[in-house]
């Protein structure tokens, strides 16, 4: 489903290959200028300035919290009425260790706080943590994407997966533009978002 863009393009194709160009550009820009370490460290508010940094040539909806119920598979993502909530949670959630830091990245990816880029937003937050608490960050070009997304759906259950997957794949290079910039491409977002109504929540 095509979201309202403030590209106007309609076609789903050109969209998609516009987004990313457009996303990928910004996020260059956040790394280049310094703007990035600016931001609040493990926070939902920073967060929140990742995406509208990214994302507000493009939505709207840029930064700010998702009104829609949305799901992918059999999974359904945080309802909307308690996401307020939620994220207040996860921002008092400690961030002293890789582990720690890990829960807190999966709990925000439960939450999925946004109507759109979540992955690419949220990995660019992780990596933050990470760089800040630990010095270290993801070299995501050692991580199989489709192995990355099983164990990220996974992770709500158990996160044994996803914490080996990522542990394996850290790396000292925090300041290298090819490591940061592996982990906004397009290819580890998850694909085919439903929406849904508060009320098929509540009859569910």
């Known amino acids: ?9 309609n076609d789903e194709i050109e969209f998609a290959r516009e987004e990313e160009r457009i996303t990928k550009l910004k996020a260059i820009e956040l790394f280049e200028t310094g703007k990035l370490d600016k931001f ?6 920073g967060l929140a300035e990742i995406h509208k940094y990214l994302f507000e040539a493009i939505y709207e909806f840029a930064g700010k919290i998702r009104t829609e119920n949305i799901s992918k598979s059999n999974f359904r993502f945080a309802s909307s009425m308690y996401l307020e909530d939620a994220l207040k949670n996860i921002d008092k959630m400690p961030q002293s260790n890789f582990d720690e830091i890990v829960e807190k990245y999966i709990e925000m990816n439960i939450a999925h706080p946004f109507r759109e880029g979540n992955g690419r937003s949220t990995r660019i937050w992780l990596d933050m943590i990470l760089k800040k608490e630990i010095g270290k960050v993801i070299d995501w070009n050692k991580i199989d994407k489709e192995d990355y997304l099983l164990a990220m759906e996974r992770s709500p259950i158990k996160d044994t997966e996803i914490k080996f997957l990522l542990k394996e794949a850290l790396t000292e290079k925090i300041h290298d533009r090819e490591v940061y910039m592996k982990g906004i491409d397009a290819s580890y977002r998850y694909e085919g978002y439903n929406v849904y109504k508060a009320e098929e929540l509540k009859n569910n």
């Open 1 to 9: 489903m095509l979201l309202k863009n403030k590209l106007g393009i």
């Open 40 to 45: 609040e460290v493990g926070t939902f508010q």
